[in-house]
Nanobody, 118 residues
Framework: QVQFVESGGGLVQPGGSLRLSCEAS????????MGWYRQAPGKQRELVAA??????TYIDSVKGRFTISRDNAKNTVYLQMNSLKPEDAAVYYC?????????????WGRGTQVTVSS
């Protein structure tokens, strides 16, 4: 069974930081690239960052502010978010990633809410 469990979200002021965590099923984590996605109200879910081995990719709007990393021993992928902006507010999810598309779209976790507001 494929599972993703996200955590670490919260309310932060503009310019603040958060670190998101996502624990994935071991069977998934050991095989696939991993991605962080987000969905803001009224918008489609989008890939924010992905990691495959040592290679990382980011959407332009978060480059230089967000860092994705993974701990293979813990089956966990992280997203360090710095210099947060109001437009970063969304529910953040993780999934295995294939060139920007979630590999398990039927297995989304509950996500973790990020709110950026003063």
């Amino acid at each position: 069974q494929v599972q993703f469990v996200e955590s670490g979200g919260g309310l932060v002021q503009p310019g603040g930081s958060l670190r998101l965590s996502c624990e994935a099923s071991r069977s998934v984590f050991s095989i696939f690239a991993m991605g962080w996605y987000r969905q803001a109200p009224g918008k489609q879910r989008e890939l924010v960052a992905a990691i495959s081995g040592a290679r990382t990719t980011y959407i332009d709007s978060v480059k230089g502010r967000f860092t994705i990393s993974r701990d293979n021993a813990k089956n966990t992928v992280y997203l360090q978010m710095n210099s947060l902006k109001p437009e970063d507010a969304a529910v953040y999810y993780c999934n295995a990633d294939n060139a920007g598309r979630p590999i398990f779209p039927a297995s989304w976790g509950r996500g973790t809410q990020v709110t950026v507001s003063s």
